[in-house]
């Protein structure tokens, strides 16, 4: 799971039929547990697909999609989850550079959400979620492997908790629609702190975030460990000024 501004890089795997799949001719034993010296033990043959991935809140998407697209080719991403676009309908377009665009939002145009992939993963999609102005999933197959971009928008902290909760509500929805053997990739602004400490989150906290924890923090905690998912940005060391996404005066913290 991603909840950061920055860029991260990662690794997916095609993974190969498993030894159960496999038939396998029964190995030449030297009565000693060993294979006989005249046989090769063969490697699995694994191939790996490096990605780019970005999660952004851009404030609006309205007169930024030739700029936006500018920036992922010379950054060389990928994938970008895109939040708080203030976009209306549900649709897909070009906005350049060979970057598709899937965007869902609202009538009246707050929040909104999308994903942009490159020239060649916008060729793998097999569906399209859009769940609401805060949700959208996208799946798509890389490497015979299937895999669902999903970006969201929380809400802020001045929201109402029947807000909050619908939010929490539609993205426990979405993650158990998910099957297990399929990977998922979460970007996005989730509005909450989780904090510097990682005390009882140990498993999907690296312990290397910003600040203290927060109300929003702890649901983000909470779902990562219902979900099996990992805070990525927190496993990685990085100077203070690089783990701030949002300034105003003396008021620094992570949030996106």
């Not at 993205?171 to 904090?195: C, L, Q, R, S, T």
């Amino acid at each position: 799971m991603s909840i950061q501004g920055n860029g991260f890089c990662e690794k997916v795997k095609a993974y190969p039929l498993g030894d159960a799949q496999v038939q396998h001719p029964a190995p030449v034993g030297n009565g000693q547990g060993l294979l006989h010296h005249g046989r090769v033990r063969r490697k699995k043959q694994v191939r790996e697909v490096r990605m780019r991935m970005v999660s952004w809140n851009v404030g609006t998407m309205t007169g930024k999609g030739r700029e936006l697209a500018d920036v992922l080719e010379r950054r060389r991403v990928n994938i970008a989850c895109l939040q708080e676009t203030r976009w209306k309908g549900s649709k897909a377009r070009e906005i350049g550079m060979g970057f598709k665009f899937f965007y869902c939002g609202s009538d009246g145009k707050r929040n909104g959400v999308g994903v942009v992939l490159d020239n060649e993963l916008k060729k793998c999609v097999t569906d399209v979620n859009r769940v609401n102005d805060r949700i959208i999933v996208v799946k798509l197959i890389i490497e015979n492997v299937m895999s669902n971009i999903v970006s969201v928008y929380a809400p802020q902290t001045g929201c109402d908790d029947a807000t909050k909760e619908k939010f929490w509500n539609d993205f426990d929805g979405v993650m158990i629609a998910i099957p297990n053997n399929e990977k998922v990739y979460i970007g996005g602004d989730f509005n909450g702190h989780v904090g510097r400490l990682n005390e009882s989150y140990e498993r999907v906290h690296g312990g290397r975030g910003f600040g203290n924890r927060n109300r929003e923090g702890e649901n983000l905690l909470q779902g990562a460990t219902a979900f099996d998912l990992a805070v990525v940005n927190t496993f990685f060391e990085k100077q203070d000024q690089h783990l701030i996404t949002y300034k105003s005066g003396n008021h620094n913290t992570q949030i996106d």
